[in-house]
């Protein structure tokens, strides 16, 4: 694997960095799932983690339910 690559997987993204790779709201919803399964969701850290995250893309509050409940039902099969 080449370094800087390998860099950039061993340092942990702001909610903010993350958000600002999305160019609309129909990548910040591609994005947020993927977040949502690198995390526990269970850890007070990583639940504000994903709130921010959330606010800083602008998801609408009906999206990120429908986004949590799909990954949760995903998870448990």
Same mark, same amino acid.
């Given at each position: 694997?080449?370094?800087?690559?390998? $860099?950039?997987?061993?340092? /942990?993204?702001? #909610?903010?960095?993350?958000?600002?790779?999305?160019?609309?709201? +129909?990548?910040?919803?591609?994005?947020? #799932?993927?977040?949502?399964?690198?995390?526990?969701?269970? +850890?007070?850290? +990583?639940?504000?983690?994903?709130?921010?995250?959330?606010?800083?893309? $602008?998801? /609408?509050?009906?999206?990120?339910?429908?986004?949590?409940?799909?990954?949760?039902?995903?998870? +448990?099969?």
């Amino acid at each position: 694997m080449a370094e800087p690559t390998f $860099d950039a997987i061993q340092r /942990p993204f702001s #909610p903010g960095q993350i958000a600002a790779l999305a160019v609309d709201c +129909e990548q910040a919803a591609e994005l947020y #799932p993927t977040a949502r399964v690198a995390t526990d969701r269970d +850890e007070p850290a +990583e639940k504000t983690f994903l709130r921010y995250l959330s606010e800083v893309s $602008d998801l /609408p509050a009906e999206l990120v339910v429908h986004l949590e409940t799909w990954v949760a039902s995903d998870l +448990e099969t």
